[in-house]
């Protein structure tokens, strides 16, 4: 749907345009247990690795930032027998070659985990006054983008008074202005195409009072276009939800492992130990039961469960 609207000052106005400097983040969190959790399309970096974690951890062990990335392209991790290397790249075919060949480095059995696409959406707004018209783009959040339009045209119109928002929005599209010299008006068009803007900017500027017929189109702007997923990260997504898919068939079917430890304090004592991921069921010598969860703990080199204490 097209948004227009008339220019109501009398003399022929600049549409001012001001990029962002941002685009969409993202990021990949990981857990000591081979899990990751993909975030894509935020405003910052902090946002994307928060959101990372957040949702890593709902897998029930503490996570961390394995790598975080803008502007939209290919997030990539292959998982190896005692690590992961992740890889960002715009091209899903060098993220994928990346982040195999730094884990197969490093690690024995390395196999595709994560592949997941951030398209870097984001938006333009335009204020429009008596005075001028502003336009932010490239704003990753659409709020922000008319937050920044209008604080342009408040701090910068002859009229800030009538400063605002056209079609009360922001919008991931293009905006064009057509302008009469004969009439010495404009016509602003904000359309989800770029030649749908500049067709409803003709339009309407042809429409304006007295009918002129000079009229042309004498600016433009278009937000990036967001990234449309290349079928070989389709590719890339399909055989990492197969190994995904694989790995839990494993993982389900596999016997429970038994630990054996053995740990002194004022006096000793055995214990077999068997866990269910963090749920552990301990068993002693005179016959005692306890049942504990085992907390994480890092070796230097990875996150594992600590069941060396029997529960004690």
């Known amino acids: 749907m097209n ?9 022929m106005g600049a549409l001012l345009m001001v990029p962002a400097l941002c685009m969409a983040w993202g990021a990949v969190a990981a857990n000591a247990d081979s899990g990751t959790h993909t975030s894509t399309g935020y405003g910052s970096a902090s946002e994307a690795e928060q959101a990372a974690v957040k949702g890593c951890e709902k897998m029930g062990l503490p996570c961390y930032v394995l790598i975080e990335a803008a502007n939209g392209g290919a997030f990539v991790v292959y998982v190896g027998k005692d690590g992961y290397h992740a890889a960002y790249a715009r091209n899903p075919s060098e993220a994928n070659n990346l982040a195999k060949v730094g884990c197969r480095k490093n690690y024995k059995g390395c196999e595709l985990r994560t592949a997941a696409w951030d398209e870097g959406a984001v938006w333009l707004a335009v204020a429009n006054s008596d005075g001028g018209s502003w336009v932010r783009y490239n704003i990753t959040d659409p ?8 604080a342009d045209c408040k701090g910068k119109s002859s009229a800030p008074n009538t400063c605002a928002i056209v079609g009360n929005d922001a919008h991931k599209g293009h ?13 602003i068009s904000v359309a989800t195409g770029r030649e749908a803007a500049a067709a409803g900017a003709m339009k309407g500027c042809a429409e304006l009072p ?23 990260m389709k590719a890339l997504a399909a055989q990492a939800e197969k190994n995904r898919a694989a790995r839990l068939r494993v993982k389900s079917s596999a ?47 990875k996150w594992a469960l600590d069941t060396s204490n029997c529960g004690r």
């Open 3 to 11: 948004l227009q609207l008339i220019l109501k000052r009398a003399v």
């Open 143 to 150: 709020e922000e983008a008319q937050k920044q339009a209008m």
């Open 175 to 187: 905006v064009a202005i057509a302008a009469s010299e004969r009439a010495k008006l404009s016509y």
């Open 210 to 232: 007295g009918k002129p017929d000079d009229c042309k189109v004498t600016q433009q702007v278009s937000n990036d276009e967001s990234l449309p997923t290349p079928n070989a």
């Open 255 to 301: 016997p429970v492992k038994t630990a054996r430890t053995t740990s002194r304090t004022t006096e000793q004592y055995t214990c077999e130990t068997t866990c269910t991921n963090a749920s552990c069921v301990s068993r002693f010598g005179d016959g005692r039961i306890v049942r504990w969860t085992a907390q994480m703990k890092h070796d230097g080199f």
